[in-house]
């Protein structure tokens, strides 16, 4: 049941942070909030990992490196989708290829989550199809499941869920460590990525304070998911983490007032559904 908790804790942080970020790059490009977001997270584990302890292994340093330029671009990719695309479908369409992933993954290295996991994996399937029906919201700016936004959707949840599989397997005995070491490696990128692109600089205005109300959630919600993918097999875990959306959907719809379809809202159910199926077992 810790790992359930967890595993819960992460995805309600992690939805919370999704939507922050999504409103922030609608104002200015998705990188530039990364940039301000990442560096002081970095700081916030950095003295938890301090504080906490633990050795600091080589397999703390090699799988939380990668894990971190994972997830880097896969928030980078999802900031730019939920910046130019309906929220109330990039993030459950990126929560369902988070979930499937760390399965596949999981499978392949031994676990066996059942039928009821590949059925589940199959609806998942389903769900996504539904969900990706254009939806709208009262923005003055439309914002359309383009094609563009359907690439940024897909490579963030494949990027997340390989990040889930690759912290998974940091030494339990590092504790936060691989955290540190995750969001060393993806600020790093951050600003490579934000040299390159000509958007080496912080947002300002409106975009600057939701920005600094990242880290927090941003920290938050990782220290929660390594402490959850350590409690808990990889597949069980990863996709009760990728429960997110319903934190992102129900503030997308109570702030931003968006509306779905029938289709829509039934896709969302079997994204749920097909969730709840796999971490059944």
């Not at 790059?25 to 990188?31: G, K, M, P």
């Not at 963030?156 to 940091?170: D, E, K, P, R, Y």
């Not at 938050?220 to 959850?228: I, Q």
């Amino acid at each position: 049941m810790t790992g359930v908790a967890l595993a819960l804790l992460a995805a309600i942080g992690f939805g919370v942070d999704d939507f922050v970020g999504g409103i922030a790059s609608r104002r200015v490009a998705a990188i530039r909030v990364v940039l301000v977001s990442y560096p002081i997270a970095m700081v916030l584990l950095g003295v938890l990992a301090a504080v906490i302890g633990g050795p600091i292994s080589a397999g703390a340093v090699i799988w939380g490196s990668l894990g971190g330029i994972a997830q880097a671009c896969g928030v980078w990719w999802l900031y730019a989708a939920l910046g130019a695309g309906p929220i109330s479908v990039v993030s459950p369409v990126t929560a369902v290829l988070t979930a499937t992933v760390p399965v596949a993954i999981g499978i392949a290295m031994g676990e066996r989550p059942g039928a009821l996991a590949a059925a589940g994996i199959a609806l998942a399937m389903v769900a996504v199809v539904l969900v990706s029906r254009e939806a709208t919201d009262e923005d003055v700016t439309p914002h359309r499941f383009t094609t563009t936004v359907a690439l940024l959707t897909i490579g963030s949840g494949v990027t997340f869920g390989l990040n889930f599989a690759l912290i998974h397997q940091a030494p339990v005995e590092s504790r936060l460590w691989p955290l540190l070491f995750a969001r060393m490696s993806a600020t790093m990128l951050v600003i490579i990525v934000a040299a390159a692109s000509r958007n080496l600089r912080v947002p300002s205005g409106k975009s600057l304070r939701l920005a600094l109300t990242l880290p927090v959630l941003d920290a938050s919600a990782n220290v929660a998911m390594l402490l959850a993918l350590h409690a808990s097999l990889l597949s069980l875990a990863s996709v009760l983490i990728s429960l997110y959306p319903v934190a992102t959907v129900v503030l997308a719809v109570a702030v931003l007032r968006e509306r779905v379809t029938r289709w829509q809202a039934l896709g969302m159910i079997l994204a749920a559904v097909s969730v709840s199926m796999i971490a059944a077992t």
